[in-house]
C-alpha cells in the first residue's frame, strides 16, 4: 500500500512538471512577462508571466512563455482592464481618453439611450470601436420623447449633447405624466431592455419636481422584470447631507421592494459616509445593490439644473458662485450677474461645481466595496475620429480623461493597497454586473485563466494623470499597454489602430415584457374593492 502511495506521488509530480514543461514550449498570441499580476478576486499578487491565445488568458506561470507578440512588463503592474459604468463619452474620441487611461470597458448608466434605438446605438459600433462598449436605456429620454416630443434618435448622432438641447425645454424635466403617458415612458424602456441594453439610466435628479415616486417605482420596475439594475442620478443630488441620503433610499427600498440591482450614482456628495455604510450593509445581507464614487471634488451639469438656482445654491446651501462654479472653457468662475445671464442666453452651457472638501477625494478611495466610475463628459469636438489631436479638445471636466491616473496617484500618495484600487477600478463593477446574468462581465474584471484578455500594464511610480480644471481631458501617461479582448490596444502611451472592442449586452429577447399600469391591475393585487378612480389610488398619475 506505502509502495503504491509512493508511485501515485511520482506520477503526479511527474505530470505536474510535463504540464509545466508544455506551458513553457507552447506559443502564444501574446506574452506579458515579469509584471506583477494582481487579480482582486482571488487576490493573487505575485510576479508572473501571463499568455494569451484566441483573446483568453491561459497561462499565469513564473515559467518563461513564448508568444508572437510580448510586452515587458518588468516593474509594472498587470491587472484586469478597468470597468466604467458611468461613461457618457460614448464616441470614439471619447474610447480614446479612456484607453489612454486604462478603460477597456465603459457603460453609461445614467443618461443612457432611447429604448427604441438601443440596437441602431449598438449596431453604430460594431466593428469599429476600439474599446468594449455598453449602453443603459434611458428614462429621462423616455420622458422627453411622450412629454417634449423630442427626437429619440438624437442620441445616435450627438450622445449626451443632444440631452443639452432637449433640456433647453420643460416638460421632461418638469411634468407629471398622465397615465397614458407614463404607460407609454415604460414601454420605450421596456424596448430597450428587450433590445439588450445592460439596465435603466435615470437621471431623476434632474427631474425631481416632474418624477413622482410612483413612477420612478414603475420605472425600476420595468428594470426588475428583466433582473437589471437602474442606476439613478438620485433625487436629491445635489442636496444636503439628508437630502443626499434621502434619494438613495428611495432608489434603494425600491430595489429591495422588487428584488431588483440598484446602483447609487457618484454618492461622493454631503452624506457620503451613511450612504456607504447603508450600501455595504445591504450587501453583506446577499443584496446587489452598490455604489460608485470617482476623486474630484467638484463635479460638472449644465448651469440650468434646478438645483444651481440662487434660492438652492445660495439660500440653502450657503454658496458663492465665486467660489463654487467654474467655466470649463473659459477657466473663469461666474458670479451672480454672469450667472443669471448665462442661464438666460445659453441655459445648457456645462459646468464646473465645486462641491466637496478636496480632502475627500483619497478618503473615497479607501471605502471597501464600491465602483470608481468617472461620469466622463464630451468635449469638443464630440464627434471627432479616434485620432484626433488630443492637445485640441475643448474645455471639460478632468475626470473625462484622468479619473483612473488620478485614482492611481492618489493611492501612491496616500499609501492606499494596490489590491483595493484595483478592486475599485475593475474586479467590483464586473462581480455586481456579472451577478445580474451578463455574461461578459462574468469573464472580464479577473486575471485568471480562461478570462478574456481585458488587461492594463502599467507603472505604479508614474501612471498619472495629466488633466486639470484648466487644461480640461488631457490624456493620462505611464501605462504600458492596455489590452482589450486580447489585442494591444495602447502600447507605451500610444493610441494604436486596433479596433477589437466587442459589445457588452443582453442577448436581444424576441417578446417584450412590458405590462401597462391600469386601476384595474392595481384593485385587483392590492384591493378588496376599491372604487375604479385611478386619481385615487395615484394621485400623481391621472387619465387624459
Known amino acids: 500500500m506505502k509502495n503504491n502511495l509512493i508511485i501515485l506521488l511520482i506520477l503526479l509530480v511527474s505530470f505536474s512538471c510535463d504540464q509545466k514543461k508544455a506551458d513553457s514550449n507552447e506559443s502564444y498570441d501574446l506574452v506579458i512577462s515579469n509584471g506583477r499580476v494582481i487579480d482582486p478576486e482571488t487576490e493573487f499578487d505575485d510576479i508572473a508571466n501571463v499568455g494569451i491565445k484566441d483573446g483568453r488568458i491561459v497561462a499565469i506561470t513564473k515559467e518563461p512563455l513564448t508568444g508572437t507578440e510580448s510586452v515587458d512588463a518588468t516593474g509594472k503592474i498587470v491587472a484586469p482592464g478597468f470597468i466604467d459604468t458611468h461613461f457618457h463619452f460614448q464616441t470614439p474620441i471619447g474610447y480614446s481618453l479612456g484607453l489612454r487611461d486604462g478603460v477597456t470597458s465603459s457603460m453609461d448608466f445614467e ?9 441602431d446605438w449598438y449596431e453604430a459600433r460594431a466593428g469599429k470601436t476600439q474599446a468594449n462598449y455598453g449602453i443603459a436605456v434611458s428614462h429621462e429620454f423616455a420622458r422627453a420623447m411622450f412629454i417634449d416630443g423630442s427626437d429619440g434618435a438624437d442620441y445616435l448622432k450627438e450622445g449626451p449633447i443632444a440631452a443639452y438641447t432637449t433640456r433647453a425645454k420643460t416638460g421632461w424635466s418638469q411634468t407629471r405624466p398622465t397615465l397614458e403617458q407614463g404607460n407609454a415612458i415604460l414601454e420605450e424602456l421596456d424596448k430597450g431592455l428587450q433590445a439588450g441594453a445592460v439596465g435603466i439610466g435615470s437621471t431623476v435628479g434632474y427631474m425631481r419636481e416632474g ?18 439594475p437602474t442606476g439613478a442620478h438620485t433625487r ?3 442636496g ?27 454618492f461622493n456628495n454631503s452624506g457620503w459616509r451613511l450612504a ?8 453583506e445581507q446577499g443584496h446587489n445593490i452598490w455604489g460608485e464614487i470617482y476623486p474630484y471634488a467638484a463635479g460638472s451639469t449644465t448651469i440650468n439644473a434646478s438645483f444651481l438656482e440662487p434660492e438652492s445654491w445660495i439660500d440653502v446651501f450657503g454658496n458663492r458662485y465665486e467660489d463654487t462654479m467654474l467655466d470649463p472653457v473659459t477657466g473663469e468662475y461666474y458670479t451672480l450677474e454672469t450667472y443669471k445671464a448665462t442661464v438666460a442666453s445659453e441655459p445648457t452651457r456645462p459646468i464646473v461645481i465645486f462641491k466637496q472638501p478636496e480632502e475627500n477625494e483619497a478618503k473615497w478611495l479607501t471605502l471597501k466595496g464600491v465602483t470608481m466610475a468617472s461620469d466622463a463628459v464630451g468635449a469638443t469636438p464630440y464627434l471627432a475620429d479616434w485620432d484626433f489631436p488630443m492637445d485640441s479638445l475643448g ?10 491616473g488620478k485614482t492611481i496617484r492618489l493611492g501612491r500618495e496616500n499609501n492606499i493597497p494596490m489590491m483595493q484600487l484595483m478592486s475599485i477600478l475593475s474586479y ?14 462574468q469573464e472580464r474584471g479577473r486575471i485568471q485563466k480562461g478570462m478574456v484578455a481585458d488587461i492594463v500594464v502599467f507603472d505604479p511610480e508614474t501612471f498619472t494623470d495629466n488633466s486639470t480644471y484648466q487644461k480640461g481631458a488631457v490624456p493620462s501617461t505611464g501605462m504600458k499597454a492596455v489590452i482589450v479582448n486580447g489585442q494591444v490596444t495602447v502600447r507605451d502611451d500610444v493610441l494604436v489602430p486596433v479596433f477589437a472592442g466587442q459589445p457588452i449586452r443582453f442577448e436581444p429577447e424576441d417578446k417584450p415584457r412590458f405590462e401597462p399600469i391600469s386601476v384595474e391591475s392595481w384593485n385587483a393585487q392590492f384591493s378588496t374593492g376599491m372604487p375604479d378612480d385611478f386619481s385615487y389610488a395615484f394621485p400623481e398619475g391621472k387619465k387624459d
Open 276 to 283: 456607504h455604510q447603508m450600501i455595504i450593509e445591504l450587501q
Open 236 to 238: 436629491y443630488t445635489l
Open 211 to 228: 418624477v413622482s415616486s410612483r413612477e420612478m417605482f414603475e420605472v425600476q420596475k420595468v428594470a426588475a422584470r428583466y433582473g437589471r
Open 240 to 266: 444636503n447631507d439628508t437630502q443626499e441620503n434621502n434619494g438613495a433610499q428611495e432608489l434603494v427600498s425600491n430595489a429591495l421592494a422588487l428584488g431588483a440591482p440598484a446602483i447609487v450614482l457618484h
Open 111 to 119: 443618461m443612457g439611450c432611447a429604448g427604441s434605438y438601443i440596437a
Open 428 to 441: 467590483t463593477a464586473a462581480k455586481h454586473m456579472g451577478d445580474t446574468g451578463l455574461k461578459f462581465m
Open 395 to 404: 474645455g471639460t471636466h478632468p475626470r473625462t480623461a484622468g479619473a483612473r
